[in-house]
């Protein structure tokens, strides 16, 4: 079982507004499907990992 890491995930809208935020997911695809049912279908969306849970 993949153990959660953390994402740095940026969320920019079509009205340019930006979100950042720090999201615990297993793996990138899942950060960014949370951030997008949170704010909509952003312009730009990108995920860093920042490295595994503790």
Not at 10 to 29: K, L
Request: glycine content about 8%; proline content about 2%.
């Amino acid at each position: 079982m993949n153990a959660p890491a953390y994402y740095r995930v940026t969320h920019i809208d079509a009205q340019r507004c930006r979100r950042r935020m720090r999201v615990q997911a297993v793996n990138r695809a899942r950060a960014v499907a949370w951030v997008v049912q949170l704010y909509g279908d952003g312009w730009y969306v990108a995920a860093v990992c920042e490295g595994k849970g503790r």
